[in-house]
């Protein structure tokens, strides 16, 4: 399967997946975009000789609609957010319909939406006092944090002293449901049922 991974930042999420033993012969990056011309993220898909694009209106960026047929050209079937923080149009969210899934750091529908990325998020989380979070792969829809959920995973939290050490907790889970959920889109095992996502 030939997946494109958006980026914004470290890549750790782009590593683990470039990493997994599970995906090596089921996956192919095709491409590594980002809304930064310098990021963590790119050096790691450079070490892996895999090409990135840059998008936005900058005049040496390419725009959303150039990159859906760049997209197209390289025959991608998925796309992955791996801290991707810029919106997406909605016309490109509908050219790949049920093609775009998101990582997030919380246990979805709680602690998305607007403004509700990295330490924000666990910032959130400590502050409300919650004793599990955790980690939400979920298609991506025209609004943030919103599309269907396909797999969570949760940790507990109840003795952190600081948002730093949530992340630090749930950035290892991160790593491995990111990986698992790709590896199930590839082999054909995400289906929807009842109006809910399933992995079979
Ligand atoms: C990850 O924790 C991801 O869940 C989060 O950004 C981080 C990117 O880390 N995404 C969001 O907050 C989206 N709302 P990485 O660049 O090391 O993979």
């Known amino acids: 399967m030939k997946i494109a991974v958006f980026v914004s930042g470290r890549g750790s999420n782009l590593k683990a997946i470039l990493d997994s033993s599970d995906l090596k012969n089921l996956i192919e990056i095709v491409c590594v975009v980002s809304d930064k011309t310098d990021c963590q993220a790119f050096q790691i898909a450079a070490s892996y000789n895999i090409k990135t694009i840059t998008v936005g209106n900058k005049e040496y960026m390419i725009s959303f609609s150039e990159l859906i047929k760049l997209l197209t050209e390289l025959k991608t079937e998925l796309i992955v957010l791996a801290g991707f923080l810029k919106l997406i149009p909605a016309e490109f969210i509908s050219f790949f319909e049920s093609k775009i899934i998101n990582i997030h750091p919380a246990l979805l529908p709680s602690f998305g939406g607007k403004g509700m990325y990295g330490l924000n998020v666990h910032k959130a989380v400590f502050d409300s006092s919650a004793k599990v979070s955790g980690t939400t792969v979920h298609f991506v829809d025209a609004s943030y944090d919103t599309g269907k959920i396909i797999s969570q995973s949760c940790v507990n939290i109840n003795d952190v002293n600081s948002p730093e050490e ?35």
């Open 166 to 200: 949530i992340a630090e907790r749930v950035l290892k889970l991160e790593h491995k449901i990111l990986p698992e959920v790709i590896k199930a889109f590839a082999e054909g095992k995400i289906k929807k049922v009842n109006n809910r996502v399933i992995i079979s």
